[in-house]
């Protein structure tokens, strides 16, 4: 700050303090002696609560002023405290107000403002809270707002109702407007992590763990990676210990960072050159049709990846990995197809083949499982499906809107970070282009390719897509945690939003006749109104948007809602343990796929696995983004639920999650592999990272 700034905010400062306690001297001191006469009128505690971000406070003076429930309104009231710097970021300020009339009844808004004359003449109030002192009423205005200096802003106590019933109706047409001019990113998704920028950080930590001066570039054996985990900060990942494992391999389609692929095989498609005679001795002697017939068979295939382009003209395959359920319950790797074409130079490889042969032919079927988790399932399918919900509740439904409530602590730093990592992560040149064999450009053509056939109703559903997978059945497919963890956590959602959903649709016209809330399903999901309009396009909505009864409605919060906490949950914090040992989950791979089934060597795949500087960006980065720093679902940075029946519904959720995450444990007491990432105690309320 410059000397000539510092001083203009100086004299700005304590201008205002001098006017403050001028002020407070003059009605203090009058002729006669007034100071041992105690304030006349209904005393009244005032607690206001600041939001606590960056740039949330003010030096502004703010005012108040209070309605009864037959709409007489006081005086004005300023809010201020001699000497206290009130209205500071966090900061709960307590204020005495009284109000003349002895009779002014039960409170039911109030009103709420501040002046221009300021340096900082914009303010986020989360809550105001006015206690009564002669009935010991408490009465609590929600805000959740900006403040401008140029608005007055009237709150009900709740502050939650339909439009159709909404007194404040010009206001709530105001907000609206200002709000959709807003979004795009707005003050108030500023992130609270200190670990906001992350190539800062990433270099932080690897400077930390004293491994950027590390003796070679290139690893000479597999014992040379393992020496940075026994040496340095950064822990040994999971994946260590277990890369060559055919159970592991297995289990990272179930519990690993991409858990969503896997499906039931019914049938054996066409190009998939499977051999009968050399899968039968894998498939404990069961014939293939025997082996689908009992449902032993699962899949995953990436054929949307056929001939993807990806920065510099990489090579990424597309392939094809077919499983058995073994009679120990395990899910087995029994044949991979690097390529969707069958040819002489495209076989498929099997567990039987030479050693490191298939254990290289797993890392190029891992690096294409790794691309669509980066790209799809967690960059595509959280972040950016999360933002674009973000900016449909912000533009089309009020800050008072029962919907909008429900979610907005789901969408809390959303913004942020998916800006950030625009500008970090998936820029031109920046992590993904370099640590990537797709690159930033095979990124965005995956979510491109996939967003065409995604579906709210189906991928965006946990149940759907277990029932559209043929995986719901835990007696078909064994030890899946993800789906066993993800079903309660998921019926919690719901449970916890249809009960708020239903307490104000009471009827299917509420519905129909809420213009807020079909707008909202029309940007998200339906037509453009016009040429110069971009909505979302989201497939798979209700009606197509269209809203008609408390079930549909209830269904999208929840799957929003889901997606935003569990659902980014799974794809996020198991990142390092998958990634952080580059055999074990590779993000790129040099050289080219095995075009046959020549044996090989662990030098052979040493050669191929990313160098020292990037595999040192991979482990620092995801270990970075496998970092919680955020409250747990249910537990909210900032409350938006103040009535009492929202009060009740939460606490029962969050009794609900506090069961949940004790069954969780008494599950990972007898599981072959602990799965923590859907334990409620683990998922944030947002993505925040």
């Known amino acids: 700050m410059s000397n000539v700034v510092q001083r203009i905010f100086s004299l700005t400062f304590w201008g205002h303090e001098l006017r403050k306690l001028l002020n407070r001297l003059g009605r203090a001191i009058p002729l006669c002696n007034r100071s041992s006469i105690a304030p006349r009128g209904l005393h009244h505690k005032v607690f206001v609560k600041t939001g606590d971000r960056v740039g949330m406070g003010t030096n502004a003076n703010v005012y108040i002023a209070f309605y009864n429930t037959d709409g007489f309104r006081t005086r004005d009231f300023k809010l201020d405290k001699a000497f206290f710097f009130d209205f500071k970021r966090g900061k709960l300020d307590e204020f005495d107000i009284y109000i003349d009339n002895e009779n002014f009844g039960p409170l039911a808004f109030i009103e709420i403002w501040l002046d221009k004359w300021a340096l900082l003449n914009h303010w986020y109030c989360e809550y ?31 502050d939650m109702v339909l439009p159709q019933e909404d007194k404040i109706c010009l206001q709530r047409k105001w907000e609206l407007q200002r709000k959709a001019k807003l979004y795009s990113v707005h003050k108030d998704h500023q992130t609270t992590m200190l670990m906001w920028n992350l190539v800062r950080n990433a270099v932080a930590l690897k400077v930390e763990a004293k491994i950027v001066d590390f003796a070679t570039d290139k690893w000479e054996s597999l014992k ?80 949307f990846l056929k001939d993807l382009p990806c ?51 797993k890392c190029y079927f891992n690096n294409a ?133 239903d307490s104000y649709y009471d009827s299917s016209e509420k519905i129909q006749q809420d213009k807020e809330l079909q707008e909202w399903g029309r940007f998200l999901g339906g037509e453009p109104k016009n040429a110069e309009e971009a909505t979302v396009g989201m497939q798979g909505l209700p009606n197509s948007g269209q809203f008609l009864t408390t079930d549909e409605v209830a269904e999208t919060v929840t799957n929003f809602v889901f997606i935003c906490s569990a659902g980014h949950a799974a794809a996020n914090f198991g990142q390092y343990d998958q990634y952080g ?75 609900d999650l506090e069961k949940i995450g004790g069954m969780i444990d008494e599950r990972n007491l007898s599981r072959e592999e602990k799965y923590t990432c859907l334990h409620p105690s683990d998922i944030p309320n947002a993505i925040s990272i």
């Open 369 to 501: 499982d790794a691309s669509v988790h980066e790209s799809a399932v967690h960059l595509g399918f959280t972040h950016y499906v999360g933002e674009s919900i973000a900016l449909a509740t912000h533009r089309c439904l009020s800050p008072s809107h029962p919907v909008f409530r429900l979610l907005a602590p789901h969408f809390l730093f959303l913004l942020a970070i998916n800006n950030l990592a625009v500008n970090e992560l998936v820029s031109e040149n920046g992590w993904v282009d370099t640590t990537m064999a797709i690159g930033r450009i095979g990124m965005f053509e995956i979510i491109r390719r996939r967003w065409q056939k995604w579906r709210l109703d189906v991928q965006g559903s946990l149940l759907a897509d277990l029932e559209d997978r043929r995986v719901a059945d835990p007696e078909v497919l064994p030890n899946y945690h993800y789906r066993d963890d993800a079903v309660l956590i998921r019926r919690a959602i719901f449970d916890y939003v249809k009960r708020i959903i």
């Open 581 to 655: 040992f580059p055999p074990s989950y590779p993000a790129r791979l040099h050289g080219q796929p095995p075009r046959d089934k020549t044996p090989l060597t662990e030098k052979d795949i040493l050669q191929q696995l990313p160098d020292l500087e990037e595999t040192l960006s991979v482990m620092t980065f995801t270990k970075l983004l496998s970092t919680r720093d955020t409250k747990a679902l249910g537990d909210f940075e900032m409350c938006y639920l103040y009535d009492p029946h929202g009060c009740s519904s939460l606490k029962l959720f969050q009794a």
């Open 224 to 303: 040379d990676i393992e020496t940075i985990y026994q040496h340095h900060l950064l822990p040994p990942p999971t994946g260590m210990t277990k890369w060559k494992s055919d159970v592991e391999f297995g289990n990272q389609r179930l519990n690993g960072c991409n858990p969503t692929q896997i499906r039931l095989c019914t049938e054996i498609p066409d190009n998939f050159a499977v051999s009968e005679r050399d899968v039968q001795p894998l498939i404990e002697n069961m014939t293939i049709d025997e082996a689908i017939a009992r449902k032993r068979f699962f899949i995953v295939n990436y054929d």
């Open 128 to 158: 105001i809270e006015v206690q009564a002192l002669n009935t010991e009423v408490v009465h609590k205005f929600p805000v959740n707002r900006w403040i401008p200096a140029d608005r007055r802003l009237q709150i009900r106590e709740f």
């Open 311 to 361: 920065t510099d003209g990489r090579t990424i395959c597309a392939p094809m990995a077919l499983f058995f359920v073994d009679k120990s319950k395990h899910l087995m790797p029994i044949a991979i197809q690097l390529f969707q074409d069958p040819a002489p130079n495209n076989p498929v490889f099997y567990p039987s083949d030479p050693e490191y042969t298939w254990l290289l032919a």
